[in-house]
């Protein structure tokens, strides 16, 4: 390098040189063009973003901290005490709201430490937790993030921003929502009180178990309400909601324990709680989940998920009423499921207990147990064809191709059944060529035991229904079969007073010293009315209707309502909430209804349920005011504001108040000593009917106190008929159950009398003709005391005590025209009643095989009348009357010789 003069000077004037000079310009020109450039594009950038940003601001929902409420909260069923006994919960929705001061401090402080620690100091966003998420990010490659968001962030996640982020969204929507829940979170904080940020966090969050809020997870973690959690459990509970899955302290409690330390540590650190109180909660790490692990046992072995018959028929009247309130099917649906509300039932604790109880007792059932089995087989062919087999399927199959007549699903043990099935599913398969394997097998099998039973209880004053059992068994699920409510069975016998008694007495044609001959009957048509009880020693006689109900007489049923009429008989029984009468429908082309004589046994088209039988006979247990049956009194939402007020009682007056007393009287004799003895308990009065179907399908037992009334069906699932064996008496079972579980109700109550009304007095009357007694029938021993309603009191003497000229031959009040006359006392045949003499006319077969018509008597005089001598061969008739009349004395001396 040429550092002298000549040097220098060569140097200047190369750099003067024009060329360099033009370059060096350019350059300084293309850095100030970049340079520009580049502000420009900042520029730009910065203006963008600043549109962008506002863009999506503008774009961001208008909020404020009422409309933060996450979506979805369980309804809550409480009993009659106030004790919750159910949740409806559909998915996403198993939430109970609680207030700041429901949640223990402990918790409180726990969800702060475990989820954002600098809560009560930052605006909303966690600038610093942002930074060290950043940092962590970057320093994995990506490969791990930790979580910035703050709790009121989170609540916006839970409450506002819950279905904006969707799986599958791009980078800048993702980009757009984050940027939209930071801005809202500085405006919440801005606006909203610490606090209520963090109350209304805690009754959003997802605590994992299906529980969303911190009391429905202290509910299910360890029975009990956030305020009572200690600071072990508090800490269990905050510590999930990081991850609900991975830290649930059931499923994976040693990742719970984990950051449950954690959170501890950090509670300490930040001055939540002591160093003594840090020490307490780690010494109980191993007692809190055990304690979790007892209580979720509790629960798995109570039927978690299976609710109670009641609560069933709960969640259907209530749905009901809120579609009549005026919300379709769907939103009624969503209501109780998700809609937060408050249910509060008639249930009475105490006696639900009770008939729970004997339910469960093997005792009062019968001595063989059967099982019903319910199938369904689908089998998915090589080329993914699906065959589907049902038991009615399985029912012709065995009938048709194994020769098994008799078959009819119920079986003597599970064993026989799953044998049975297993026969069944490999025949179908080889039928169909196929292979059996886990992919191509479906089969649903169920067996439950039989004979079934139901039961409910109700207060008749009031209308709530106390208690109901819908079957005996485990119960498999939420809104089963629910026999006690949607079961419909034939009533029997127990319709004898509903269906043809009562509504006769009622009308004022008939009285309970109203008489029938208890002879064969048949319906129109020609079939007979079946007779049961010809050892009861009533069958042939003349017999009341007070004897017809309290030994449950069927031809006595049957007649007397030919005698009123069976509209008369319908009209009163469609007061008395029966839902699934019909007055007429076409079935297969024939025509079905029930305004007809078979009525009065109870041969309905449809049957009834035992919730309506027993509401219909709290109505004479009730003075004839029928009450409709409640099984709660209101609905609230989660503030309490009603939204289904059930308070006031539905009622309507369908008998007398005498007539309600008269019944009532008569059934008392059911229970004391005709039918129904088996049900009878000391130390109350009862009244009671019993009920069987034909071919003893079904066995009821209907009655009531002064302070409850109830029914209990007994039959099997499939109605087949039922064992009356001395062995296995499965007619019982319903008495039997009912006076386990009565009596047990019972047991403190005060002895009452059936309240008598003024309307009601005696008056003495003749046993054979229901009216008046006269001198006569005291001296046959026929007269006797019987309760009428002042304004129906018969008004005329009793007809059937004679004393006068007697037809020698026919032992009747004799005519001018009888030859053969005697003065006698004699008592008279009850005449038929002229509805009553086409049911009364019988065939019978004489010696030859001849059909010889049996008349029914329908006169008390005799028959030697004008018409009996208009017969040309009246002569020859009278001379074989006198033979007769001759053959039978002869006969009779001789046996008088022969005794002496």
């Known amino acids: 390098m040429d550092y002298g003069k000549r040097g220098i000077k060569n140097k200047a004037k190369d750099i003067n040189a024009y060329g360099s000079k033009i370059t060096r310009k350019f350059s300084q020109l293309v850095v100030k063009l970049a340079i520009g450039a580049i502000a420009f594009l900042i520029v730009c950038l910065v203006a963008g973003g600043i549109g962008l940003f506002k863009s999506i601001i503008a774009n961001t929902p208008v909020i404020n901290v009422d409309t933060m409420i996450a979506v979805g909260q369980a309804s809550m069923v409480f009993d009659a005490a106030g004790n919750e006994i159910d949740q409806y919960v559909s998915m996403n929705s198993n939430r109970i709201e609680v207030d700041w001061d429901e949640i223990s401090p ?217 579609i009549a309130a005026g919300n379709d099917k769907a939103e009624a649906e969503r209501l109780l499921n998700s809609g937060g509300l408050r249910i509060y039932t008639t249930m009475d604790p105490d006696i639900q207990r009770i008939m729970n109880e004997e339910f469960q007792n093997p005792d009062n059932y019968s001595s063989e147990v059967h099982w019903y089995l319910n199938y369904a087989l689908t089998i998915t062919d090589d080329d993914g064809e699906q065959h589907n087999y049902s038991k009615e399927m399985m029912t012709k199959w065995f009938k048709e191709v194994q020769g098994q007549t008799n078959f009819n699903l119920i079986f003597d043990d599970q064993e026989s059944a799953y044998a049975a099935a297993d026969l069944y599913r490999e025949a ?140 008369l008989a319908y009209n009163y029984c469609a007061q008395l909430g029966f839902t699934s009468l019909t007055d007429g429908v076409v079935i297969n082309g024939e025509i079905y209804g029930d305004v007809n004589q078979t009525l009065a046994l109870g041969g309905l088209t449809y049957g009834v349920s035992p919730y309506e039988l027993n509401a219909a006979y709290c109505s004479l247990a009730n003075g004839g005011v029928y009450v409709k049956p409640r099984l709660y009194t209101k609905v609230t939402d989660a503030d309490g504001n009603i939204i289904l007020d059930n308070t006031i009682p539905e009622e309507r007056r369908v008998f007398r108040e005498s007539t309600a007393y008269l019944m009532t009287d008569a059934m008392r004799e059911v229970v004391t000593r005709g039918t129904g003895t088996a049900a009878a308990f000391s130390g109350m009065n009862i009244a009671g009917k019993t009920g069987t179907s034909s071919k003893n399908k079904d066995f009821w037992f209907v009655g009531y106190t002064p302070y409850y009334s109830a029914a209990t069906w007994t039959g099997y699932d499939n109605a087949i008929e039922m064992s009356t064996s001395s062995a296995n008496r499965e007619q019982d079972i319903s008495k039997k159950m009912w006076k386990a579980i009565m009596s047990r109700v019972h047991e403190n109550l005060e002895n009452q009398a059936f309240e008598r009304p003024d309307s009601v007095v005696d008056v003495e009357i003749c046993s054979k003709s229901g009216l008046l007694a006269t001198d006569l029938c005291r001296q046959f021993g026929c007269a006797v005391k019987e309760m009428f309603d002042k304004d129906f009191v018969p008004e005329e003497s009793c007809n059937l005590h004679y004393s006068g000229a007697v037809c020698v031959y026919s032992n009747r009040v004799a005519t001018p025209q009888c030859p053969f006359v005697t003065e006698r006392v004699i008592e008279l045949p009850l005449p038929e009643e002229e509805a009553l003499i086409e049911g009364s006319t019988q065939i019978i077969q004489d010696e030859n095989g001849n059909d010889v018509y049996v008349q029914p008597i329908t006169s008390v005089y005799c028959m030697h009348n004008e018409e009996f001598f208009a017969d040309p061969n009246y002569e020859q008739v009278l001379q074989n009357q006198q033979w007769e009349m001759e053959a039978a004395a002869a006969a009779a001396a001789a046996a008088a010789a022969q005794g002496e």
């Open 106 to 322: 402990y918790l409180r402080d726990a969800f702060v430490a475990a989820e954002d620690e600098r809560f009560y100091q930052h605006n909303g966003i966690d600038y610093r937790a942002i930074i060290r998420s950043g940092y962590q990010f970057i320093k994995t490659g990506g490969q791990e993030t930790q979580g910035a968001s703050t709790i009121t962030q989170q609540l916006l996640k839970n409450t506002i921003f819950t279905d904006w982020m969707e799986e599958g969204d791009n980078m800048v929507r993702k980009i757009k929502r984050k940027l939209q829940e930071q801005y809202l979170a500085i405006e919440v904080t801005k606006k909203t009180e610490k606090e209520e940020v963090l109350l209304r966090y805690m009754n959003a969050v997802n605590c994992g178990q299906n529980t969303l809020g911190v009391e429905s997870a202290s509910q299910r973690y360890f029975g009990k309400s956030a305020i009572d959690l200690t600071l072990s459990e508090s800490a269990v509970i905050a510590s999930i909601t990081q991850n609900p899955s991975g830290y649930n302290p059931i499923t994976h409690p040693e990742k719970n324990v984990l950051r449950r330390e954690s959170t501890l540590k950090t509670m300490k650190r930040i001055g939540f709680i002591t160093e003594e109180e840090y020490d307490e909660a780690m010494a109980d790490t191993e007692d809190v989940y055990e304690r979790i692990g007892f209580h979720n046992t509790q629960l798995l072995q109570t039927d978690l998920g299976v609710s109670s018959y009641f609560s069933d028929a709960v969640y259907e009247v209530v749905r009901d009423d809120l």
């Open 428 to 567: 179908m398969y080889a039928e169909l060529g196929v292979e059996e394997t886990d992919d191509n097998l479906l089969e649903a099998i169920t067996l439950t035991p039989q004979p079934q039973v139901a039961m409910a209880i109700e207060d008749p004053h009031t209308g709530y229904v106390v208690a109901m059992v819908g079957g005996r068994g485990a119960k498999e699920g939420r809104r089963t079969l629910n026999r006690a409510t949607d079961a419909l069975r034939s009533p029997g016998s127990t319709f004898k007073v509903l269906g043809s008694f009562a509504p006769a007495v009622d009308a004022g044609r008939k009285s309970l010293a109203s008489t029938y001959n208890d002879l064969p009957f048949n319906y129109t048509g020609g079939r007979a009315v079946k007779n049961w009880y010809t050892g009861y020693g009533t069958y042939g006689t003349i017999c009341s209707i007070r004897q017809a109900i309290v030994w449950s007489l069927n031809i006595i049923a049957v007649k007397n309502l030919t005698v009123v009429g069976p509209q």
